[in-house]
Structures are given as structure tokens and as C-alpha cells.
């Protein structure tokens, strides 16, 4: 989580315009120049580290070029942020929300910043790691969010945030819809993946606030205890909605050693590493300590695969269409083919 590099060529904004609002908007900010290095990790919204002596703060922005309707709306994260920390704390608390574009060309926030260890596709060379600690850390990742799908919604002041009726319905026909927007190549799989997707949609139990793109990557872990977590970062995405929706995006992100070669490719993860839970064990853990029937699991599974290639799907259609040149989605579109076999392969399987 330490790690920044310069910040990327065209996504550069004017320092000297984020210095003087970000001096009129918070007060610890200490005299000295301020600089900024960037979060190279994540595809989606744009992140960067400001630094003015000891003071730090994160600032999100949306990604360059033109994006759906309704997404990346910072206005919304940080509004959710400043709700959700008084009762969910691992929530990070935003400073401000700057809805004026002449500043960085573009709406964005800049929220205080939490230090840690960040888990992707490898462990830190400085972190000794055995598989007990592994296990824990995957108890740590159900833990966490069971706690957040304990949240008091009106208690939160987040009532009005989604609509949970219909959730899982409005989802499936959405990123159906997204999909075949953004679709560049033809997979065959892809309609009989969507046809068993419509065809007997869940009933959802009780409605919880959720992160909606929970998954190992955005905790923020306690170096000196892996198995604590300092935060939970990005919530651009988090609505009230179906709990098992949110557990279901987690598991797609999540690779066991087992899994197929192709699979492991698409979001490579330090979780094929011996000594992690399985996806059945993290199944029967939520289960275990929520106390909600997930019976129908198997779906939500799926749909959670169908979803994240709908996601990667859509950078890939920016890269395609020269929206951005940024070379890390150039095999975006062999992955979405990966997902989208696995997923169908599922669905008639009954695996997860």
C-alpha cells in the first residue's frame, strides 16, 4: 500500500488548483509544497497519494474519457463514505467532495488515507506467512463482511441509497444489457450462460448495505497482523441491495490452486497459494456466521462470473475503441472469454 509511481502520462492534473482547494477545505493540511504520486493498481476510477509533509490524503477522480451513465459519480462515494464511517469504520472518512470541473478537469474527492498491507497477487517479501495465517486472513475477508452486511441501514442514514426490490432482477438484465453493449467479439457460450441467468432468479433475503466490488485486494491489512483489517477501499459501487450479490462478486475474484491455468490468468491473486479457504469453506463461513440461508448460492456464483467479465468487458471496449491507451487492458478480452466458458460451465455443473 506503500507503493506509488509518478503519475501516468495524460492523467497529470494542475497541482497548484487541487493545493488551493484542498487548503480551503481542510484544516490540518501543514505549509510545504504538496506532491502527488499515483496508485498504479485498480482499473476504474483514477487514485493518487497527495503529500504535504506529513500530511497525507487520497484523492479518487473518474477515468479518463467518456463513461456510462450514472458511473463513477464521486459526488455519490463520498457521500456514502461520510455516512458509512460513523457506524462501519473501516469505511475511510472523505475530507471533501469538489464538484468543480475547472479544477482537475474533472468531480472528485479526496479522503483521509489508511496504511497497511495490500494482498494482490503476492505476499510482501517482508511479511513471513505460513497456512495458518492464510487461513486466517480468508476468515478475516468473510468476517469483514458480514460486519458490513450488519450495518443498520436507517441507522446509517442510507435508507434511500438503493432500491432492494426487484435488486436481483434489475442486476441480471443490467449487465446483460452492459455486455452486449460493450461487446467486441463473439462468444458462443454467452447465450445460454444469459438464458439460464433469467431463467429462475433468486428470491433475495432481507436487503443489507453492500460494497457491491468486495474482495481481497480492497483491505487495507494490518502489518503486524494480517489478520486485522485498517480499512476497506473502494466504494464507488456500494448500494443496498442483496448480501449474497456482494459475497458472490468476492468469490469470483477468489482462485484456488486448483483452478484452471486460464482462470488464474484473469485476476492472478495470492489466494492459489496453499493454505487459503476454498470457495465452499467461505460459502459455509458466511453461512455460519450471518445466519442466512444460502442454498441458492450456486446462482449467485455464476452471475458473479458473468458479472466481472461484463466489467472487464466494458475497460476492454475503452481500450478497443482508443479510449485509453493503457496497455494493461490489452488481454482484457481473452479474459471476459475465460470468464464467460467458466461461468457456463458452471451453470450445468452445479460447482462453485
Known amino acids: 500500500m506503500n ?20 487548503r480551503a477545505h481542510v484544516e490540518d493540511v501543514p505549509e510545504g509544497d504538496l506532491s502527488v504520486s499515483q496508485f498504479p493498481s485498480g482499473a476504474s476510477n483514477l487514485t493518487y497519494l497527495l503529500k504535504v509533509g506529513d500530511w497525507e490524503g487520497v484523492l479518487r477522480r473518474p477515468p479518463l474519457g467518456p463513461v456510462p451513465p450514472k458511473a ?28 468543480d470541473e475547472s479544477v482537475i478537469g474533472a468531480p472528485f474527492y479526496v479522503m483521509e488515507r489508511r496504511t497497511g498491507v495490500v494482498l494482490d497477487d503476492t505476499f510482501p517479501d517482508s511479511v513471513e506467512h505460513d497456512e495458518e495465517l492464510r487461513r486466517g486472513i480468508s476468515g478475516t475477508l ?23 426490490d426487484g435488486f436481483l432482477r434489475r442486476q441480471t438484465e443490467g449487465w446483460i444489457s452492459r455486455y452486449e453493449k460493450a461487446k467486441t467479439d463473439e462468444i458462443g457460450e454467452v447465450e445460454s450462460l444469459t438464458d439460464w441467468l433469467v431463467r429462475d432468479i433468486p428470491k433475495s433475503p432481507p436487503p443489507a448495505v453492500i460494497h457491491n466490488d468486495y474482495k481481497l485486494n480492497n483491505l487495507v491489512l494490518d502489518p503486524e497482523d494480517l489478520t486485522e483489517v485498517r480499512a476497506v477501499l473502494d466504494w464507488e459501487m456500494a448500494t443496498v441491495g442483496d448480501p449474497l450479490f456482494d459475497l458472490a462478486v468476492s468469490l469470483s475474484y477468489w482462485i484456488e490452486p486448483d483452478d484452471s491455468d486460464e482462470l488464474k490468468a484473469v485476476m492472478p491473486t495470492v489466494t492459489v497459494t496453499p493454505g487459503f479457504m476454498t470457495r465452499q469453506e467461505l460459502i459455509d463461513r458466511y453461512a455460519d456466521q450471518s445466519g442466512r ?6 446462482w449467485y456464483v455464476v452471475f458473479g462470473y458473468f458479472k466481472l467479465a461484463g466489467i472487464l468487458q466494458q475497460i476492454y471496449a475503452r481500450y478497443i475503441n482508443g479510449q485509453t491507451t493503457d496497455e494493461r487492458f490489452a488481454t482484457f478480452g481473452k479474459r471476459v472469454r475465460t470468464l464467460i466458458v467458466h461461468a457456463e460451465n458452471l451453470s450445468r455443473t452445479g460447482d462453485v
Request: charged residues 30%; proline residues 5%.
Open 3 to 22: 507503493e506509488t509511481i509518478d503519475v501516468r502520462e495524460g492523467e497529470a492534473f494542475d497541482l497548484e488548483a487541487v493545493e488551493r482547494y484542498l
Open 72 to 99: 463513477h459519480d464521486m459526488g455519490r462515494e463520498s457521500g456514502i463514505l461520510a455516512k458509512l464511517n460513523a457506524v462501519y469504520p473501516l469505511a475511510p472518512r472523505p475530507y471533501f467532495f469538489c464538484e
Open 142 to 164: 468473510v468476517d469483514t463482511l458480514v460486519e458490513l452486511h450488519a450495518v443498520d441501514i436507517r441507522e446509517a442514514g442510507l435508507g434511500d441509497l438503493g432500491k432492494p
Open 293 to 298: 440461508d444460502l442454498s441458492q448460492m450456486h
